[in-house]
């Protein structure tokens, strides 16, 4: 079992940076995939960023604002957010990938003046 705590979610105003970290604990043998989905009210959730052996991949909405980024000695994957708009409002979820996903609890970040 692995468990994943997020941090860093808070209100900012837009154009304002934020950094969500997320920290993996329990039985990591190996993590491939880790990186970061988010889910707007009344919508579903979607991919922000991942990363793995392969490179990263972000959604299209945040290429440019966006880096994701991990650190394979802390277990810890991050998500540097710059440049927030209102429309990236939404409770960000960690996610990590052994032979099984995990999520984690969700932050919420919200961009508002």
């Known amino acids: 079992q692995v468990q994943l705590v997020e941090s860093g979610g808070g209100l900012v105003q837009p154009g304002g940076s934020l950094r969500l970290s997320c920290a993996a604990s329990?039985?990591?043998?190996?993590?491939?995939?880790m990186g970061w989905y988010r889910q707007a009210p009344g919508k579903g959730r979607e991919l922000v960023a991942i990363?793995?052996?392969?490179?990263?991949n972000y959604a299209d909405s945040v290429k440019g604002r966006f880096t994701v980024s991990r650190d394979n000695a802390k277990n810890t994957v991050y998500l540097q957010m710059n440049s927030l708009k209102p429309e990236d409002t939404a409770v960000y979820y960690c996610?990590?990938?052994?032979?099984?996903?995990?999520w984690g609890q969700g932050t919420q970040v919200t961009v508002s003046s």
């Open positions: 990363t793995n052996g392969g490179g990263t």
């Open positions: 996610y990590a990938t052994t032979r099984y996903a995990y």
């Open positions: 329990g039985s990591i043998f190996r993590l491939n995939t």
